[in-house]
């Protein structure tokens, strides 16, 4: 598909980037490799020390669809996305992680969709590359589900602008860096926006195979302050939470306890009892108990081999 009459692209492709250089010709590759070349796209520097990297890689596709857009302040991936979501010309958009790839089809057939049905966004399947290689499953969730769990794709998925107009864009509280995906679906679920999801995986989404891939993964610095971000999302979304009694308790619960294993895989086994602990109030405190006790011996056990060794 080439550029609408009127000479403006038909997808605005957002790509926001911040110190990681290394990742974006990749990324960048599987856009420009689309069967649909009416797109234009829109990288984003979020104001990354890495700038002059992030601009040659920019400059190195010899393409004039992609532009450079830099922030002058760091505020991640929620301000990164909304900036490239205002610099955009076309009526249909698609953000990418600059870590993630698409594929060469991925605009078209999403594209094709969007032009057949009544749908305001179409979300494909994705598969996670890198790492352990398996499906990311998209379905369309009821309320209650999407209040408790993330069962659609991060990114990836085309949107019309309308739905940002009608929904707003991505909340960029600090309190929430790596989760403000799933807020931003809470309230497209709660608008009964039309959503189509795919069965093609169109979108690979990177997992972190290295110690230096993991420190910069948003998603894996989220799971250390799980409990923080989510009791602000049900703080913001109070009103929805509130038609069913027993989902808060259940999704700060949730989160205590990806914080407690974030915390023991890294060794923090004192800090892991301590959101065992705070997870016990919400739900099932004979079993976080258990787990509490179980890495208090392990703690001590350590503690001990320490001093004998001494």
């Known amino acids: 598909m080439a550029v609408r009459k ?13 110190n990681k ?3 974006p010709p990749e990324c960048l590759r599987s856009i420009q490799a689309q069967t649909c070349t009416g797109w234009e796209c829109i990288v984003v520097d979020d104001c990354s020390p890495r700038g002059e990297e992030i601009r040659a890689v920019v400059e190195g596709m010899q ?8 922030r002058e302040r760091n505020r991640g ?11 955009s010309r076309a009526n249909l958009v698609i953000c990418v ?13 999403q594209l094709q969709v969007m032009q057949e049905t009544r749908a305001e966004i179409v979300c494909p399947q994705g598969r996670y590359f890198g790492g352990k290689d398996h499906r990311r499953l998209s379905q369309l969730p009821t309320l209650e589900e999407i209040l408790i769990s993330f069962p659609l794709l991060p990114a990836g998925f085309l949107v019309r602008r309308a739905v940002f107009q009608a929904v707003g864009n991505y909340d960029e509280s600090p309190e929430i860096v790596g989760r403000e995906d799933h807020e931003w679906w809470i309230r497209v679920i709660a608008a009964n926006v039309q959503i189509a999801v795919l069965q093609e995986e169109l979108c690979f989404i990177r997992r972190p195979q290295t110690t230096e891939e993991s420190r910069k993964s948003l998603d894996l ?7 923080t971000i989510y009791r602000y999302i049900t703080s913001k979304h109070s009103a929805l939470y509130g038609q069913f009694p027993q989902l808060r308790k259940a999704v700060l619960h949730k989160a205590l306890v990806r914080q407690a294993r974030k915390m023991e895989a890294e060794g923090r086994l004192g800090t892991a009892v301590l959101c065992r602990l705070r997870a016990s109030f919400y739900r099932d405190a004979r079993k976080q108990l258990r787990h509490m006790l179980r890495l208090l011996i392990q703690q001590t056990m350590g503690q001990t081999g320490l001093q004998m060794a001494r």
Do not use: K, W
Not at 10 to 15: F, H, T, W
């Open 6 to 18: 009127d000479g403006q692209p038909a997808i605005s492709v957002i790509v926001p980037s911040y």
């Open 21 to 23: 250089p290394e990742y």
């Open 63 to 70: 393409d004039s669809r992609f532009r450079l857009v830099r």
């Open 77 to 87: 991936p929620a301000a990164a996305r909304n900036t490239g979501i205002r610099e």
């Open 97 to 109: 992680d600059e870590d993630d790839m698409i594929r060469e089809e991925s605009l078209s057939v």
């Open 221 to 227: 610095e989220a799971c250390r302050y799980e409990f």
